[in-house]
């Protein structure tokens, strides 16, 4: 996907990007390659797939969401960011926060914040059940794209999310893990709002959204510690 692919795609999402987020948008391809040569941030490299593999999939949760109309949100497991700094750079509406448990990508993160002058975003080191324990109920919004196992990353994602708000996880075919994660949905006391599939543009490969409505508070059980939450499912 070229720059001029990238930008009518985009338009078709109902998003238009002006100069300075495409100038934000390079910057931060820029940033990640070189620093993609010291730590491990993505496979994908070549600027054509970046553009449609991480920035124009980041940006397919408007899909599921009016992002113009949401005050805050969370990225879980965000690695070098995507889809949390896409957003902010398009939606600089948004008030962002990063979560990872890698510090590497950490210190990657909070320089592109810094490198693009980016305001209200914060990047966070912290295992994400560890971060939900002490920040419940906080965020309009939670997302994670490509992060474990549905089952799993509800019980981390949920917590944080606040009464009536959302939980869209990004996740390839789900088909098998939403069966699976049917207790996560009654205990954590969620919804299937809707699911979204689609494909990207060119290569075709398939790509969900869950809508998952948060109906009230969750039980300060949850989430448990990371070992319990793979090896004992809700």
């Not at 990007?17 to 993505?42: A, D, F, G, S, V």
């Not at 971060?131 to 419940?136: G, K, M, S, V």
Request: charged share 30%; net charge neutral; hydrophobic share 40%.
């Amino acid at each position: 996907m070229n720059l001029q692919e990238f930008i009518e795609e985009v338009h078709l999402l109902g998003v238009e990007l002006n100069e300075k987020q495409l100038q934000q948008l390079e910057e931060y391809y820029e940033l990640l390659i070189i620093w993609n040569e010291k730590i491990n941030l993505t496979r994908i490299t070549k600027k054509e797939d970046v553009y449609l593999k991480h920035f124009y999939d980041s940006l397919t949760l408007v899909k599921a969401i009016n992002l113009t109309k949401i005050h805050n949100l969370c990225d879980i497991g965000t690695g070098a960011g995507f889809p949390g700094i896409v957003l902010k750079i398009v939606f600089p509406n948004l008030k962002v926060t990063l979560i990872d448990a890698l510090n590497k990508r950490i210190i990657f993160l909070n320089e592109v914040i810094q490198k693009l002058g980016l305001k209200e975003i914060e990047a966070i080191h912290k295992r994400g059940e560890d971060f939900a324990r002490n920040t419940r109920e906080s965020y309009d919004i939670v997302t994670a794209r490509a992060v474990k196992e549905l089952r799993i990353i509800m019980e981390i994602g949920v917590p944080l999310v606040k009464e009536q708000g959302y939980f869209i996880p990004m996740k390839a075919n789900v088909e098998e893990e939403i069966t699976l994660a049917k207790g996560a949905f009654e205990k954590l006391d969620c919804t299937l709002e809707e699911k979204i599939t689609f494909t990207l543009p060119k290569e075709e490969s398939i790509r969900t959204l869950l809508k998952i409505k948060k109906e009230k508070k969750t039980s300060m059980k949850y989430p448990r510690s990371i070992d319990k939450i793979e090896k004992i499912a809700l």
